[in-house]
């Protein structure tokens, strides 16, 4: 049988009454420590309201319990790395520096206000937290260094200057016609931007250390020009000679360019080739353009038609003159073929031409040419003339024998005639100049054109420009017995190219052949005209001579040249007179065209020379 025991209410209050009583203690004891607590905590505030809190350092220098200003002191003297750490910067050769050279500077009040303001920051609970973490596990600061990159800017511009290398193409020149090599170099230079950043790491790991200069490295795009210069030499070693072509008819040239002459016009040119530069050796090109260019003249070859004479019997042309293929120098061209030339080390260059062939060549037929016949022919007569005029009839006259006039074309005499000079054959005889007959080159001239006028006026063609005489000359009058024809008054023709000239058209489909002959036994000029007739037919009328002036009365001048008594006769009177004529070309009983000559001839004074002391003869009164 079990047995409960309760215990009594008296008991019970004593067991009550000494839990109290602990309690109480307990409590009484937690308050005691807490007040304790922070008395001390308020003490320790109140002890470091001006000193750094216990367990603080500065880059390893103990500051605790150390006001601001004997902190800043004590970091100041502990703390020498801007003054004696080393640096060594290192390119090739190498450069010892302190950081404080590079513009490390240590700024000790900063630190010790940093130390300082350990525990004094955020609220109560954590200041005295970190208060506590000071003094249990110490509180190590980094020192505030100022770093002035301008300084290590600056150092290291000053270091470029020394490493820094420009790049050098490798070259080629001359000095005379001695070819110069000149070796190419790589270009280095300091890339200070990295280099900076490698430096300030390493200063500000606030330990000593090597720092690589970064350098960056160009290096040159022409490296070799050995094969450049071999080419050099080889161009200079002998003359350059340009030539004509094989089978060209003159025989100009060569032309030579010497060693020095070469040496001055050698250039080196940098190319682009396969997206590599390259050296070029060539000629300059502008001095080879100016001097091709001064020979451009004296190279010209005009392209002339063959010329022919027609065989009456057998109705075929016959070459009296090879056709000349027309050519022109071609100045691109020809540099160019210098250029390939020589850089094959060929040193003779033919000229290079633009070629342009005749129209008509040797090989061309009177069939394919529609000369076929005569169509004309007319004949004047020079009786009386000097042998200087007669020179002068026949020198104009070989101008135009076997020549041809194109379908459509407009033929200038003065143009065909060229140039009328004594190196061409002419002499001097009287010419008309103003209002006087003198001596001048190529008198007789116009017995020429008056002829050819007179060939063109019965063959019917039509006549574009054509001047007459000043005065009526008794020599284009004339006909065969050396009998004077009024009728031919009116029917001459001056030419003095490039003023005055005689033109016509050939208004035909066919080429029209010209054939000249001269007869000194017969004073005369024959002009034959060769083509196809289309039926055309002349018919002229002429008023004659009309409106008579007869001729001034004699001139007589003294000549200091000229002996006592002697009198010459320089100008010979005409009577003035006006003619006209007209002329119908009929075409297969058709009117074709019309047209009318007017000319004025001046009455024109006789003139006579004498020497001095000459009695002059008295003019017969009219």
Not at 562 to 585: F, H, P
Request: charged letters at 20%; hydrophobic letters at 40%; one cysteine or more.
């Amino acid at each position: 049988m079990r047995t409960t025991t309760y215990p009594t209410r008296q008991a019970v209050r004593q067991q009550s009454s000494l839990v109290e009583e602990v309690l109480l203690s307990l409590l009484a004891g937690l308050i005691f420590f807490f007040l304790a607590l922070g008395v001390i905590t308020i003490g320790n505030q109140v002890w470091y309201a001006g000193r750094i809190f216990p367990g603080v350092s500065v880059g390893g220098v103990d500051v605790g319990r150390l006001s601001q200003a004997d902190a800043a002191v004590k970091i100041a003297q502990s703390i020498s790395y801007p003054q004696n750490g080393h640096i060594l910067i290192h390119e090739q050769q190498s450069y010892l520096v302190t950081p404080g050279q590079m513009g490390l500077f240590l700024d000790p009040d900063t630190s010790a206000r940093q130390a300082f303001q350990v525990g004094r920051s955020g609220g109560l609970a954590r200041s005295l937290s970190a208060q506590f973490n000071a003094w249990y596990n110490g509180e190590s600061l980094p020192p505030v260094m100022l770093f002035d990159q301008r300084m290590a800017y600056q150092y290291l511009a000053d270091l470029a200057k020394q490493i820094d290398k420009p790049t050098i193409e490798a070259s080629v020149d001359l000095k005379g016609v001695e070819v110069q090599v000149h070796s190419g170099q790589t270009g280095r230079s300091v890339d200070i931007p990295a280099t900076l950043v490698l430096l300030s790491a390493q200063i500000q790991s606030m330990q000593d250390g090597i720092v690589p200069v970064v350098v960056r490295e160009t290096p040159p795009v022409i490296i070799d020009v050995s094969q450049q210069a071999d080419l050099a030499r080889s161009i200079l070693s002998v003359p350059l000679k340009l030539t004509l072509p094989d089978g060209q008819p003159d025989k100009a040239g060569p032309w030579t360019f010497d060693p020095p002459t070469l040496a001055a016009m050698l250039a080196f040119e940098k190319i682009e080739k396969d997206g590599k530069s390259d050296l070029q050796v060539t000629l300059n090109s502008d001095i080879l353009r100016e001097y091709l260019n001064n020979l451009v003249p004296k190279l010209v070859l005009n392209t002339e038609n063959a010329r022919f004479t027609f065989n009456d019997q057998t109705h075929q042309l016959e070459v009296i003159q090879p056709s000349v293929t027309g050519r022109q120098l071609d100045v691109e061209a020809t540099i160019h073929a210098i250029q390939d030339s020589l850089m094959q080390d060929k040193h003779k260059v033919a000229l290079k031409f633009i070629f342009h062939d005749p129209p008509v060549s040797d090989k061309a037929t009177g069939q394919q040419l529609g000369v076929t016949e005569l169509v004309h022919a007319e004949t004047s007569y020079f009786y009386g003339s000097s042998a200087e005029r007669v020179q002068n009839i026949k020198s104009a006259t070989e101008r135009f024998h076997g020549l041809l006039v194109a379908p459509g074309e407009v033929f200038s005499m003065g143009a065909a005639l060229g140039d009328i000079s004594l190196d061409n054959g002419y002499a001097e005889a009287l010419i008309i100049v103003g209002n006087r007959t003198v001596q001048g080159v190529g008198g007789g001239v116009c017995q020429v054109s008056t002829t050819l006028f007179r060939t063109v006026f019965f063959a019917g063609y039509p006549i574009l420009e054509r001047h007459s005489h000043a005065y009526r000359v008794s020599y284009y009058e004339k006909i065969a017995g050396n009998r004077i024809n009024p009728d031919f008054a009116g029917l001459d023709a001056t030419v003095y190219f490039p003023l005055v000239d005689l033109k016509f058209k050939n208004d035909t489909p066919y080429w029209l052949l010209m054939e000249t002959y001269v007869n000194p036994s017969t004073s005369s000029i024959t002009w034959k005209f060769y083509s196809t007739s289309d039926g055309r037919t002349v018919k002229w009328e002429t008023t004659g001579p009309v409106n008579i002036v007869p001729a001034p009365d004699p001139l007589y001048k003294e000549n200091p040249d000229l002996s006592q008594g002697e009198i010459k006769q320089v100008d010979w009177a005409a009577d003035g007179a006006d003619v006209t004529v007209n002329r119908t070309v009929n075409r297969n009983g058709d009117v074709y065209l019309q047209d009318t000559f007017q000319t004025h001839y001046e009455a024109w004074q006789a003139v006579y020379e004498y020497g001095p002391g000459t009695d002059i003869p008295t003019p017969e009164p009219k």
